[in-house]
């Protein structure tokens, strides 16, 4: 396979609270290929948008960021220089301001929260384009009118001058899609960006990022918890269960054949249409702990239909290599694959 855009290894993210350390990415690897789209799924709280969070090293002052390697292969995949780990630069350093923004956009679950509310949209479009282009003013509003005309904001011209408490939740995060994709990104991570939107809403704008990954060739990292998006979407799959990735797939690999008992599980709680009308749908049993309260061995056993007494809740369960990028941290399959 092709060398990756990104590569995650061995990611430790916690966070200091006055009930102890939560270790809330506990030893994540991962790779972005350039043009292609990895999801990271899984239940609310299992650490995905820390992982992502990491990347950029945007981790509140609380947390910190313990161990690991965070690889940018994207200055030497162009040819404008050397592969650098994201974590060792310094925070004054070039390189760390050319990924914020430039090289890698970000757009997060709240574009209310994310975009300043009493400056116009066209304004921060203009500040970000600057910033990484290099264009002028009236070149940089030219543009911004351009961008938000290419992420379908009617009458881009007049609405450049909104501010977003203007727009609808859907038009600030095209907005914020714009303003992620102005410095023509190699990377695109998108945190749960249509979760708050409504499905026709949602459905034009994975439609956008998927038109546009197709003309950039931009790598996406896209996070949800819905397997619906990530069977549209994505070419790779992790999956993430309280602060690790417990498999990792190639789509069609994940949907035929599963192996984590906890990607079972997501899969079963799907509807099916046809299938499941009338039906009552397995639920995965309790809730992800906190990790303050990691189970003893496999994090997963307590809520897992297939855990083996004795060594589920005792064990570390081994990663289990299938070969072609495909894992599992389970020790149901020790014996078919190779330790990784
Ligand atoms: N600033 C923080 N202080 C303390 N704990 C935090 C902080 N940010 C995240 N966490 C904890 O880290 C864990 C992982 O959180 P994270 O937001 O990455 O999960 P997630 O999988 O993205 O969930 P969601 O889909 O709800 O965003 C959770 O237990 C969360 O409570």
Same mark, same amino acid.
């Given at each position: 396979?092709?060398?990756?855009?990104?590569?995650?290894?061995?990611?430790?993210?916690?966070?200091?609270? &006055?009930? /102890?350390k939560?270790?809330?990415?506990?030893?994540?690897? @991962?790779? !972005?290929?350039?043009?292609?789209?990895?999801?990271? !799924?899984?239940?609310?709280?299992? /650490?995905?948008s !820390?992982?992502?969070?990491?990347?950029?090293?945007?981790?509140?002052?609380?947390?910190?960021?313990?161990?690991?390697? !965070?690889?940018?292969? #994207?200055?030497?995949?162009? /040819?404008?220089?050397?592969?650098?780990?994201?974590?060792?630069? *310094?925070?004054?350093?070039?390189?760390?301001?050319?990924?914020?923004?430039? =090289?890698?956009?970000m757009? &997060?679950?709240?574009?209310?929260?994310? @975009?300043l509310?009493?400056?116009?949209?066209?304004?921060q479009?203009?500040?970000?384009?600057?910033?990484?282009? /290099?264009?002028? $003013? $009236?070149?940089?509003?030219?543009?911004?009118?351009?961008?938000?005309?290419?992420v379908g904001?009617?009458?881009?011209?007049?609405?450049?001058?909104?501010?977003?408490?203007?727009?609808?939740?859907?038009?600030?995060?095209?907005?914020?899609?714009a303003?992620?994709?102005?410095?023509?990104?190699?990377?695109?991570?998108? *945190?749960?960006?249509?979760?708050?939107? =409504?499905?026709?809403?949602?459905?034009?704008?994975?439609?956008?990022?998927?038109?546009?990954q197709?003309?950039?060739?931009?790598?996406?990292?896209?996070?949800?918890?819905?397997?619906?998006?990530?069977?549209?979407?994505? *070419?790779?799959?992790?999956?993430?269960?309280?602060?690790?990735?417990?498999?990792?797939?190639s789509?069609?690999?994940? &949907?035929?054949?599963?192996?984590?008992?906890?990607?079972k599980a997501?899969?079963?709680?799907?509807?099916?249409?046809?299938?499941?009308?009338?039906? *009552?749908?397995?639920?995965?049993?309790?809730?992800?702990?906190?990790?303050?309260?990691?189970?003893?061995g +496999?994090?997963?056993?307590?809520?897992?239909?297939?855990?083996?007494?004795?060594? +589920?809740?005792?064990?570390?369960?081994?990663?289990?290599? &299938?070969?072609?990028?495909?894992?599992?941290? +389970?020790?149901?399959?020790?014996?078919? #694959?190779?330790?990784?």
């Amino acid at each position: 396979m092709e060398q990756p855009l990104l590569e995650i290894s061995g990611l430790h993210t916690s966070f200091d609270t &006055f009930d /102890g350390k939560v270790r809330a990415v506990d030893g994540v690897d @991962l790779a !972005v290929h350039p043009g292609k789209t990895l999801c990271v !799924v899984g239940e609310s709280g299992c /650490g995905k948008s !820390v992982t992502a969070r990491s990347i950029l090293r945007l981790i509140e002052d609380s947390g910190s960021i313990d161990a690991g390697t !965070v690889t940018w292969n #994207g200055d030497l995949i162009d /040819g404008t220089g050397e592969a650098f780990d994201v974590l060792t630069l *310094d925070p004054g350093d070039k390189r760390l301001q050319k990924l914020r923004g430039g =090289d890698v956009g970000m757009i &997060f679950q709240e574009p209310a929260a994310s @975009l300043l509310q009493l400056r116009t949209v066209g304004a921060q479009l203009v500040e970000t384009l600057r910033l990484h282009t /290099g264009l002028d $003013k $009236k070149a940089a509003r030219a543009k911004a009118i351009e961008l938000l005309d290419t992420v379908g904001i009617p009458d881009a011209a007049r609405r450049v001058d909104a501010y977003p408490f203007q727009l609808s939740g859907g038009m600030c995060q095209r907005v914020m899609i714009a303003i992620a994709l102005c410095a023509n990104p190699s990377l695109l991570i998108a *945190d749960e960006p249509t979760t708050a939107l =409504d499905v026709t809403t949602q459905a034009r704008i994975l439609d956008l990022i998927r038109s546009l990954q197709a003309e950039h060739r931009m790598a996406v990292m896209f996070i949800t918890h819905d397997l619906g998006v990530v069977a549209e979407l994505a *070419d790779e799959v992790a999956v993430m269960y309280l602060g690790r990735v417990v498999e990792r797939a190639s789509v069609e690999e994940l &949907f035929a054949d599963p192996k984590h008992p906890y990607t079972k599980a997501l899969l079963a709680s799907v509807p099916v249409l046809g299938r499941d009308r009338g039906r *009552d749908l397995p639920t995965i049993p309790g809730a992800v702990p906190s990790p303050l309260h990691r189970p003893s061995g +496999c994090s997963f056993h307590p809520r897992c239909a297939e855990a083996i007494a004795g060594t +589920c809740d005792v064990e570390a369960p081994p990663e289990v290599d &299938f070969g072609n990028g495909r894992t599992a941290e +389970c020790v149901l399959y020790e014996t078919e #694959g190779v330790r990784a």
